[in-house]
């Protein structure tokens, strides 16, 4: 994830977008265990997980690709999706 939806602090779509991330970030991590490399820095999240996590983590980040693809639909203006593959 990364940028901000109009002014820092007063968009109620960034606000659904950080909240929906780090509610996935913190799953992840704290109730499945998830050994993950998450690094945030204003308005730029990553999420970096392998090994034997790596399931765990793709059901969560699968949730997250669901939840932020239907606010998409109802923000097209303000939320845009780009997927990448990762080598």
Known sequence: MSGHTGVRGESVVCAAVSSA???????????????????????????????????????????LQLHLEQLAQQYPDKIQITYTEVQ
């Open 21 to 63: 991330c780090y509610m996935a970030a913190n799953t992840m991590t704290e109730i499945l265990d998830v050994n993950a490399d998450i690094t945030v820095n204003d308005g730029y999240m990553r999420v970096a997980a392998a090994g034997d996590d790596l399931p765990k983590a793709q059901t969560i980040l699968r949730g």
